[in-house]
C-alpha cells in the first residue's frame, strides 16, 4: 500500500505542459476579445499573465482564465505579433495574431504590380511536408534567387531593434525539395521544417510581397527551440605549391556553416580574398590561376553564426505517413550509407521487431545503439561494419550507423557534421543525425553525446540518454547536413577529399594543369567568440 501511495505522489506532481491549441480569431481587432485555447494554463490567473507583440494587456483586459481556456482584449495600442501565455516562469509556445488594420489588401491595379504580390494561398493552412500553391503575381518566370519564406519562431527574445516579425522567417528548403513549380503566377511549395503559423511572403530583386497568413496545422507534437549561442568563429587553408608548369588551376571548396531553422543569420566578418563563388552548394569556392614554383597562398576566413538549441515532443501515434520527395531520396543505399547491405537490414530488423510505427523504431534502434557494449574510441575503424564486428564504436561511425539503419527501416534521415565547442572555446569534429517525420520535420539525434562517448569537457548531460534522442544543445555548429556532392571543376582536375572532417563533402581540393607538387594545410575551427542569449 505504501508503494501504491508513492506511485501516486509521483505521478501527480509530474509538470503539466504549457501549450497554445489555437488562438480565435487569428485576425482581429484591437481591442475585441480574443480567447486562448490549450493546456497548463491553470485554474485561476494569480501570477500568470499573456504577452502580444511583447506587450502585456492590463489585468482588467482579461475576462475569462481557466486551465484550458483565456479570454483577453489585446491593447487598444497593440500590433500584430506572438502571443504567449507565462504560467510560473515558463513560457509557451507562440502563436500569431494579426491585427486586421495592418492586413493588406489587394490593389485594383493588380497588372501594373512590379514587385512580387500574394492574391490567394491553397489549402490556408497544413503542417511541414504539405504542398502549398501560392498564386499571384511579378514572382517572375523563373525562381533564380527568389525565396519563399513562412514564418518563424524561437524562445529567446530577440533585440528591441530587432523586434520585426520580418526577421522572423523561415525559407522553403532545397533541402527538402520545397520547390516543385516556379512561374509568374504561380509557385507550388513544400511547407519547410521550422514553419509556425504566420505570414507567408515571396521575395524577388523587386522587393518582397505584401504577406498573408498561413496557419501551420496537423503537426503530431512541438518543436521548440530554446537557448540561442552566437559563435564567431574563424578557419584558415594554407597552399605551398613546390613544383608547377603554367598554365594550372587550383580550386578550393571551402566549407561555412549551414543555414537551418535552427542555425541562422550567417555572416561574414573578413577574409583575405574574394571568392570566386560566395555560396556554391554550401561552400565558399576559390580559385588560383597560374601559381607558380616554390609559392605559398593563404585562405583567411572570419564569420559569425546563430545557433539554438532544439527540443521536440512529439506523440507517435498522431504521426501519419505520407509519401515525398523526402522519404524517396533520404531512405536511399549509397557508398556511405549502405542501407540495402543484408547485414544492415537484418540487424535493423531484429531491434524493431514488429514494432511499425516509425517514430517508435527510430526510438529503438537509438537505445540500442547507446546501451550496447560498444568500446568508444575517438577513431575506431574504417567503416561501419567493422564498428558492428569489432564493438568498438567512434561518433563518426555512430551517426553513419544509425542513419543506414533508420534508412534500411524506411525512415528518411542523414548524417550532419560540424564541431562541439566546449567552454573554454575549443571546437572537436562531430558527428550526428537528422531523421524526418511527416507532418512535424527533421528531429535530432546524437548517438554518441546519447552514450556519454564525448569527453567531459563538452558538458555531458545527467539525462543525455533521454535528452539526445529528439533534443540537441547549442553548443555545436553544423557545417553540413546530409553529405554535399560538388562538381569538378575541370574534368581533367585531380581532387582531394578529407574525411571524417567538420564537412560531409566529396570534394575539397581540385588541381588542374601543371601543378605537380604542392601540399595543404586546412587548420581546425577556431571559437574567436561565444555569446549567450
Known amino acids: 500500500m505504501p508503494a501504491i501511495a508513492c506511485i501516486f505522489l509521483f505521478c501527480t506532481c509530474k509538470p503539466k505542459i504549457l501549450i497554445i491549441h489555437s488562438i480565435h480569431p487569428q485576425i482581429g481587432i484591437m481591442g475585441d476579445p480574443v480567447t486562448i485555447k490549450g493546456e497548463g494554463f491553470g485554474n485561476e490567473k494569480a501570477e500568470s499573465y499573456v504577452t502580444i507583440a511583447g506587450a502585456v494587456p492590463t489585468g482588467s483586459s482579461y475576462i475569462e482564465w481557466n486551465d484550458t481556456e483565456i479570454t483577453f482584449r489585446p491593447p487598444a495600442f497593440g500590433e500584430s505579433g506572438l502571443i504567449y501565455v507565462f504560467v510560473n516562469g515558463i513560457k509557451s509556445n507562440g502563436v500569431l495574431f494579426a491585427n486586421q488594420a495592418y492586413v493588406p489588401e489587394l490593389a485594383d491595379d493588380i497588372d501594373n504590380w512590379q514587385a512580387p504580390k500574394i492574391i490567394s494561398i491553397t489549402p490556408q493552412g497544413g503542417s511541414p511536408g504539405t504542398l502549398v500553391k501560392i498564386t499571384g503575381t511579378g514572382f517572375g518566370t523563373s525562381r533564380g534567387n527568389s525565396e519563399v519564406y513562412f514564418s518563424w519562431n524561437s524562445q529567446v527574445p530577440m533585440p528591441a531593434s530587432e523586434h520585426s516579425f520580418l526577421h522572423e522567417y523561415a525559407s522553403v528548403s532545397d533541402l527538402e525539395f520545397g ?12 511547407v519547410p521544417d ?15 510581397s505584401p504577406p498573408l497568413f498561413f496557419e501551420i496545422t496537423g503537426k503530431p507534437g512541438i518543436k521548440t527551440l530554446k537557448e540561442k549561442n552566437i559563435y564567431t568563429i574563424s578557419y584558415m587553408v594554407n597552399v605551398k605549391t613546390r613544383e608547377a608548369q603554367i598554365p594550372n588551376n587550383l580550386f578550393l571548396w ?13 555572416l561574414f566578418l573578413s577574409g583575405n580574398i574574394p571568392p570566386f563563388i560566395e555560396d556554391y552548394r ?4 576559390y580559385k588560383f590561376n597560374d601559381i607558380p614554383s616554390n609559392s605559398e597562398l593563404t585562405v583567411n576566413l572570419s564569420m559569425k553564426i546563430d545557433v539554438y538549441s532544439v527540443e521536440t515532443e512529439i506523440n507517435p501515434q498522431s504521426i501519419r505517413q505520407a509519401a515525398s520527395p523526402i522519404r524517396e531520396i533520404y531512405t536511399q543505399s549509397t557508398d556511405l550509407l549502405p542501407s540495402g547491405d543484408s547485414r544492415i537490414r537484418n540487424r535493423a530488423s531484429t531491434i524493431i521487431g514488429r514494432e511499425r510505427n516509425q517514430y517508435l523504431n527510430a526510438q529503438k534502434i537509438y537505445e540500442w545503439l547507446i546501451n550496447e557494449d560498444f568500446i568508444w574510441e575517438q577513431n575506431a575503424g574504417d567503416d561501419i561494419f567493422a564498428m558492428m564486428e569489432t564493438k568498438k564504436a567512434d561518433p563518426y561511425l555512430a551517426a553513419l550507423l544509425y542513419c543506414a539503419m533508420l534508412r534500411s527501416s524506411g525512415i528518411p534521415a542523414f548524417p550532419v557534421a560540424g564541431v562541439l565547442i566546449d567552454r573554454n572555446r575549443q571546437a572537436i569534429n562531430h558527428w550526428w543525425v537528422e531523421f524526418w517525420v511527416d507532418g512535424f520535420g527533421w528531429v535530432p539525434v546524437d548517438p554518441a553525446m546519447g552514450a556519454g562517448a564525448i569527453p567531459a569537457f563538452t558538458g555531458l548531460r545527467e539525462d543525455r540518454a533521454k535528452y539526445y534522442f529528439g533534443n540537441i544543445d547549442c553548443n555545436r555548429i553544423a557545417f553540413s547536413r546530409t553529405v554535399t556532392l560538388l562538381s569538378k571543376m575541370d574534368p581533367r582536375g585531380r581532387v582531394i577529399t578529407h574525411n571524417r572532417s567538420y564537412a560531409l563533402q566529396n570534394l575539397w581540393e581540385e588541381v588542374a594543369g601543371g601543378i605537380e607538387n604542392y601540399s595543404s594545410l586546412w587548420g581546425g575551427i577556431t571559437i574567436t567568440g561565444i555569446y549567450s542569449q
Open 194 to 208: 521550422g514553419a509556425v503559423s504566420g505570414n507567408i511572403e515571396v521575395r524577388n530583386t523587386k522587393g518582397a
Open 282 to 285: 554550401g561552400t565558399r569556392l
Open 179 to 190: 520547390y516543385e513549380m516556379w512561374s509568374d503566377k504561380e509557385i507550388h511549395v513544400r
Open 254 to 266: 571551402v566549407p561555412q556553416p549551414v543555414i537551418s531553422p535552427s542555425q541562422r543569420n550567417l
